[in-house]
Each structure stands twice: as structure tokens, then as C-alpha cells.
């Protein structure tokens, strides 16, 4: 594999204009592909939440209310793990093309669902699909985009999110008020199939996969997860570094019973709730690279970062709209916008981020965890009676921001630490750290509403999470350093392959 280092100076090859680094000729069809089932999974992200109310109702599943949604997460841990695991042997064209099938199929059966038993069965196809893709996307851009346009594609796909983010609960509403909730899910099945039509031409490109060995792969930049935390690299067909069903398994049941204890607290709940963070606990020591739960350098930091920076904004986002709705009297529609200003400033974080590559990205890192401390900080604010409702859309625009900035550098940086043959792990731990952190800190919200408040007057509890996580932030910005690696270098010492590698035509 032919590898180059990156050229700050600023030569017409290094200083690509986005719109060149996207849609040029040899990136247009994998941009397209990529962003069409980003977009139309946000759509069905956002849609459902919106239908829920309906589909249940109309199901007689009341008391299954939150199941669609944790069916959706276990299935979609599952599937990351293996996915990355599958990645790494195998390249991602097999993810590519069986994800999408998977979650096709969920639509499908989702929508044809005649009670909640088989609603069910579709939103775990659902969460497999997704699962699957977005391990497999990392790992096609990794090995399409150079270390300098990763950023830029990284911008597109936050971009991605705006559209749905907007347009994706009102229509939902529309379609469910006059076509009914099944449209939600059938109206996506026919653009999923043109997604991976667009991918197909590039996935053709690529042959047979052969991983990358050390002999034709660069080093990691700084450490891999095993160099951080000072033991002997390993190979990438080692047990402990490519999880496997059993700790996949141990970690969906454990998030599925930590889910439901917060959902239904009691005292058997607070048992069998207990219960759950052991089995995730015990499972993330496998499923995570070493070190994350300590001071490792390099990936582990990454990792950890990610999970930290994504819990605590997800934290803020659960509770937005119940504090704009019980707190300041907001209508269910009005409660929602700061979500939608949430995603264009997630949205303009990231376009920025990309414009200038050569930005130090443990900086950008570190900046992240400032901006959403302040956000989550504001959002507590917004939840004290006498606050006035438009501090929380300053919250989620400053939140959002450091969002922006910091999602695409730590995949930037996840990339930069790992050798070829470890990327689909990395990716794996890297989605899977986001969403087990963030369904432990919104379970923790659910806690404390259930506690010391109650939705009717959520005050008391938003005080407190807010303060809690603007402080769990403030941290992770204190210990974001490591995301550097051991060498502390960033973009200067970063390696970059100049053509897909690990592949034969």
C-alpha cells in the first residue's frame, strides 16, 4: 500500500475544495450512496419517535410503549460488534450489502405488523441494519477518503441529518394523520435499494479483501489500544481484541434490563437493573479497546472521549423537550425546535471543521467538551421556574456546536490510531461506547425524575442532571489530551494511505 504524509503547505492536491472532495468524479457515487441511507435512517430515527404514540395505540401495546425503541438499541449493539468484527476480515462490501437488505426487511415486516409482537421483530431487523451500516461506512470512508478529506465527508453526513432532523417529525405527523403510521416505515422502502445502487460502482472496485498485514501497513500514529496501555500488540484475529457473540450478547441484555429498570423503577427493578451494569460492565472490558476504563492514551482515550461527550449531550436532548413542555408551557410542536436548532448547529459545527483539515484536532476536542459543558450548563438553567424558555435554545445551539466540532475529530482521530486491519473494531467500540454511555445517562435522568420529581414538574430533576453532566463534560475536557496519542502529535505526524488498500482488483 502506497502511503504518503499529509502536505500542510497547501498544494492544489492537499487543498481539495469540498465540493471537489465530494462529488468530484471519483467520489461522487460513494458520497451520494453514503448520505442517501444516512439520511433515510435519520428519517426513520426521527419518524418513529414521532409515530410511536400512534402505532401503539393502535396496536393495544400500552404498557410495550418504550419497547420498540430498546428492541431497536439491543439489536443495534449486537450488530455493531459483529459488524466491525466482520469489517475486519472481510472489508466492509459484505456489511454494505447485507445491512441494508436487513433493515429493508424491517421496514417491511414493521409495517405490515398486525400487533406488537411483530412490530417488535421489525425494529430488532431494523437496529441490525443500522448496526451493521454504520460500522461498514466508517470503514468504506477510511478507505475511499484520504486523512485530509475525511473531515470534509464527515460535514455531509452531519448535513445529512439536518434535512429529517427538520422536515422528518412533520411529515411523519402528516403521513400518520392521513396515510397512517405503516407509511412511516413503507414510504423508505423503495429509496433503500437506489442507496446501494449508488455504492455498488465503488464496492465493485474493490476485490477480494486482504487484510492488511505489518508489513504493508503503517503503524498506527501514536499507539494502538493495546500500546496504550503498555502490552504486546496483537494480531487482528485475537479473541480479546475482536469481541464475539457471547460479550455482544452479555452487553444487549444488560442495556436491555438497565433500560427497563429506569423505565419502571421499583425495588425488583433496582435488582435486576443492577444486575444489567454488571453484564455491561463486564462485557465493555471485551468489547472496548484496553485502557478505556483507565488513563489510556490513544484509541482508549477516543473511545472514552466519545462516549463521554455523546452521553452527556444525550442526556440534554432526552430531557429538552419535556423542561420546554411542563416548565415553560411550550406546545408539543414548539417543544421540539430546539432539537431542530440542535442539528443545524451540530450541522454548521461540523461544515466548519471540515473546511480546515489541517486544525489540531485535540484541540477541537477539547473545545467540544467546553462548548457542550456551557450548553448542558444553560439547559439546567432553562429548568429553574423564572428562567425564560429561549435559554434553552442557546443551550442547543452551543451544544450543538461542540457537538460539531467534535463527533467528526474524534473519528478523524480513531482512524489515525489504528492499523488497517483493526478499523472495523475501532469503529465498533467507537458506536458502541456512544450509544451504551447514553442509555446509562438517560436511565439515570429517568432515576431522578422518578425520585425527586415527576414529569408534571421535572424542576428539581433536570437541576440536577444538568449539573451532573455539565460536570461529567468539564472532565472529559480536562482529560482529552490523550486522544493525541502518546506522542501528542496530531495532523503532522498523521499517515495517510493516497489509494483504498488491503484490496486487489
Known amino acids: 500500500m502506497t502511503t504518503t504524509t499529509p502536505d500542510p503547505s497547501g498544494s492544489p492536491a492537499a487543498r481539495q475544495p469540498a465540493r471537489r472532495v465530494l462529488f468530484g468524479r471519483e467520489h461522487r457515487g460513494t458520497t451520494c450512496g453514503l448520505l442517501l441511507i444516512v439520511t433515510l435512517m435519520a428519517f426513520e430515527n426521527l419518524g418513529v419517535g414521532t409515530a410511536m404514540p400512534t402505532m401503539v395505540a393502535d396496536l393495544d401495546g400500552g404498557e410495550l410503549y418504550s419497547w420498540p425503541f430498546t428492541a431497536f438499541l439491543v439489536a443495534s449493539v449486537v450488530a455493531t460488534v459483529l459488524s466491525g468484527r466482520l469489517c475486519d476480515r472481510r472489508g466492509p462490501v459484505p456489511s454494505l450489502l447485507a445491512g441494508p437488505a436487513v433493515f429493508l426487511a424491517g421496514l417491511v415486516v414493521a409495517g405490515c405488523a398486525p400487533g406488537m409482537s411483530v412490530l417488535l421483530v421489525g425494529r430488532v431487523l431494523q437496529g441490525l441494519g443500522t448496526g451493521t451500516v454504520l460500522v461498514a461506512t466508517s470503514l468504506l470512508v477510511a478507505l475511499v477518503f484520504t486523512d485530509r478529506q475525511r473531515p470534509v465527508i464527515y460535514a455531509a453526513n452531519a448535513a445529512a441529518w439536518v434535512l429529517p432532523a427538520v422536515l422528518g417529525p412533520p411529515i411523519a405527523g402528516f403521513v400518520t394523520g392521513t396515510a397512517g403510521w405503516r407509511w412511516v416505515f413503507f414510504g423508505l422502502v423503495p429509496l433503500v435499494p437506489l442507496g446501494v445502487l449508488l455504492l455498488v460502482p465503488v464496492l465493485r472496485r474493490f476485490g477480494r479483501y486482504r487484510p492488511a498485514t505489518s508489513t504493508t501497513e503503517p503503524a498506527a500514529s501514536a499507539t494502538s489500544a493495546r500500546e496504550s496501555a503498555r502490552e504486546p500488540a496483537a494480531s487482528a484475529g485475537e479473541p480479546a481484541r475482536i469481541a464475539g457473540v457471547p460479550s455482544a450478547a452479555l452487553a444487549a441484555a444488560g442495556v436491555a434490563a438497565l433500560t427497563w429498570a429506569a423505565q419502571h423503577p421499583s425495588a425488583t427493578a433496582l435488582a435486576y437493573g443492577g444486575a444489567g451494569l454488571l453484564a455491561v460492565t ?10 478505556t476504563f483507565g488513563a489510556g492514551t490513544g484509541l482508549p482515550a477516543v473511545v472514552r472521549s466519545r462516549a463521554l461527550l455523546a452521553a452527556t449531550f444525550a442526556g440534554m436532548q432526552a430531557y429538552l423537550p419535556l423542561t420546554m413542555t411542563a416548565v415553560h408551557g411550550y406546545s408539543p410542536a414548539l417543544a ?123 424542576a428539581a430533576a433536570i437541576v440536577v442532571l444538568g449539573a451532573s453532566l455539565a460536570a461529567v463534560a468539564a472532565a472529559g475536557g480536562l482529560a482529552a489530551g490523550g486522544v493525541r496519542g502518546r506522542t501528542g502529535q496530531d495532523a503532522g505526524g498523521a499517515r495517510e494511505a493516497s489509494a483504498p488498500g488491503g484490496y486487489t482488483g
Open 282 to 291: 463486564v462485557a465493555l472490558r471485551r468489547l472496548l479497546p484496553a485502557g
Open 336 to 458: 421540539g425546535m430546539p432539537l431542530t436548532v440542535t442539528a443545524i448547529s451540530w450541522s454548521l459545527g461540523s461544515a466548519l471543521q471540515g473546511r480546515y483539515p489541517d486544525w489540531d484536532r485535540g484541540r477541537l476536542v477539547r473545545t467540544a467538551f467546553v462548548l457542550v459543558a456551557v450548553g448542558i450548563g444553560l439547559f439546567g438553567c432553562a429548568a429553574v421556574p423564572g428562567f425564560p424558555g429561549w435559554v434553552a435554545f442557546v443551550a442547543s445551539a452551543v451544544g450543538g456546536a461542540g457537538m460539531g466540532l467534535g463527533v467528526p475529530s474524534l473519528q478523524v482521530l480513531m482512524l489515525r490510531h489504528v492499523r488497517e486491519s483493526e478499523r472495523g473494531f475501532a469503529s465498533s467500540a467507537m458506536q458502541l461506547g456512544d450509544w451504551v454511555a447514553s442509555a446509562l445517562v438517560i436511565g439515570f435522568g429517568g432515576v431522578l425524575l422518578g425520585s425527586i420529581a415527576t414529569a408534571a414538574d421535572p
